[in-house]
């Protein structure tokens, strides 16, 4: 019990195994964070799968019975904590695959926001309950994705918004039947998992800094990083198998 991973064809998966709700504690935050701060060592590896064990929650937020027993002094170095792991998905080398299959509350909507890309089950819905449980939520980590009246209803009401109305906001890219999810995700991380190793990580490092930046700056850190593309083996074998109309061979070099 805890947190799983595994590898298989180019991509880690990463498992909240957490029975029954997949609430997590502190010690699960620093297995997240380790696990994914790893991430680039792991080799032949070029996708990263995020996603829980059962069918009852994708994440059901922290343990509120660990938080009750926590006391005010603790909670700066438990926020450091936090802000790790979720830190640690966001700036993972490789790119992240959240594979919601249930209700994602608090601590789950922003572990799955912190992803690259979401794909959810049917099931699925996304809120910020923290009102309800005297805290504040992860609305810096939600609101890169919803308009702000929706973010704010969510943070002052607690109610959560479902797959279908997360995919028509954009936060969610696809929405599946819940015996699709997995097949769907782990289909598009191969498929993620076959491009060049370099330009991979290139340009998650590309995207992660142009993010917030007005274009014409951006644009010119996204050429940078081009130009330490063009160095690689790789960018050479990229265009030569696109003109020979044949599958690139990669060597990570």
């Known amino acids: 019990m805890g947190i799983d991973v595994t590898f298989a064809e180019g991509v880690a998966e990463i498992t909240i195994d957490c029975p029954p709700v997949n609430a997590i504690t502190l010690a699960n935050y620093r297995e997240i964070a380790e696990a994914f701060e790893a991430a680039d060592t792991w080799d032949g590896i ?15 937020g922290l343990d509120l019975k660990e938080f009750l027993a926590a006391t005010v002094e603790e909670d700066p170095a438990r926020a450091r904590t936090v802000r790790r792991c979720f830190k640690s998905i966001r700036d993972c080398a490789l790119p992240t695959i959240a594979a ?19 794909i ?23 609101g890169r994705h919803f308009p702000q009246g929706m973010l704010r209803r969510m943070f002052f009401t607690g109610d959560p918004v479902d797959a279908a109305e997360a995919w028509r906001l954009g936060f969610v890219q696809e929405v599946t ?24 990580r290139y340009g998650k490092q590309a995207l992660n800094q142009i993010e917030f930046l007005p274009v014409d700056e951006g644009y010119q850190i996204e050429q940078q990083f081009s130009t330490l ?22 060597k990570g070099r």
């Open 46 to 60: 070029n996708c990263v799968l995020f996603t829980a064990s059962g069918t009852r929650a994708f994440c059901a």
């Open 229 to 250: 593309l063009m160095r690689t083996e790789d960018a050479r074998e990229a265009t030569a198998a696109t003109l020979e109309k044949r599958a690139p061979v990669f």
């Open 177 to 200: 039947e819940p015996d699709e999810l997995m097949p769907a995700a782990r289909a598009l991380a191969a498929r993620i998992a076959t491009k060049a190793p370099l330009g991979l």
């Open 100 to 118: 919601v299959n249930g209700p994602a509350l608090g601590a789950g909507a922003v572990l799955a926001s912190v992803c690259d890309i979401r």
């Open 120 to 142: 959810a089950s049917s099931a699925a819905r996304f809120s910020m309950p923290e009102i309800n449980v005297g805290r504040c939520g992860g609305a810096a980590h939600l």
